[in-house]
């Protein structure tokens, strides 16, 4: 199948810029690391510190910390400080749609 000039013209106006599949990319790989999807998911639930997020899912605390770090910088999660212990929450609840979404997917 050939396109003609105009169908061309008109379906590469509708891709995304190539900023915007730098950020999907980006996004997409966050749920790509096992770890990271299950902390994710702890997190859709509650907001959770390190400690706690280390004993769900039986994973020593740097291992942890380390995922949170790369999901922050993503800015999937944030943090607020509670006393001694910084509280990890979604930063954007849309996340559970799109992990709901893809769900029904597969």
């Known amino acids: 199948m050939n396109l003609n000039f105009k ?14 599949m730098k950020n999907l990319t980006a ?9 990271r999807l ?7 639930i509650k907001p959770l510190c390190v ?3 280390s004993a ?9 910390s380390h ?11 944030s943090a607020d400080r509670n006393g001694k212990n910084i509280i990890y929450y979604i930063k954007n609840p849309s996340i559970e749609s799109v992990l709901n979404a893809t769900v029904d997917c597969i």
């Open 7 to 20: 169908e061309e013209y008109t379906i590469k106006n509708l891709m995304p810029t190539k900023a915007d």
């Open 27 to 35: 996004f997409f790989y966050a749920f790509s690391d096992t770890t």
């Open 38 to 44: 299950r902390i994710i998911i702890l997190l859709i």
């Open 51 to 53: 400690g706690d997020i």
């Open 56 to 64: 769900l899912l039986n994973c020593n605390q740097t291992t942890i």
């Open 67 to 77: 995922q949170l770090k790369i999901l922050k910088s993503l800015d999937i999660v």
